[in-house]
Nanobody
């Protein structure tokens, strides 16, 4: 059984920063890509950032230059450093990862962490 658990969300003022973490646990042999997605109230879930197993990265245009994704392979953890936050960044942020276990390769999702940007 594989679990992804996000943490680090909360309330922050516009212009502030937050760092999200997502830790994967279970019978993991390897982790390929690790993504962050977000879903704002009344909107569809959208891609935020991805980091590959070779640490290649890509970002949504809306967060380029403000957000940084990174990973610690020894801890099976992905991070999202969010700077210069705007009200439109308010959303539930979800972690997603492609994980190989002893039985299969699958895409797993966390339950999300809420980020609220408000004064």
């Amino acid at each position: 059984q594989v679990q992804l658990v996000e943490s680090g969300g909360g309330l922050v003022q516009p212009g502030g920063s937050l760092r999200l973490s997502c830790a994967a646990s279970g019978s993991i042999l390897s982790i390929n890509f690790m993504n962050w997605y977000r879903q704002a109230p009344g909107k569809e879930r959208e891609f935020v950032a991805v980091i590959t197993s070779e640490s290649g990265t890509n970002y949504a245009d809306s967060v380029k230059g403000r957000f940084t994704i990174s990973r610690d392979n020894a801890k099976n953890t992905v991070y999202l450093q969010m700077n210069s936050l705007k009200s439109e960044d308010t959303a539930v942020y979800y972690c997603n990862a492609g994980i190989r276990t002893v039985t299969n390769v699958n895409s797993y999702w966390g339950k999300g962490t809420l980020v609220t940007v408000s004064s």
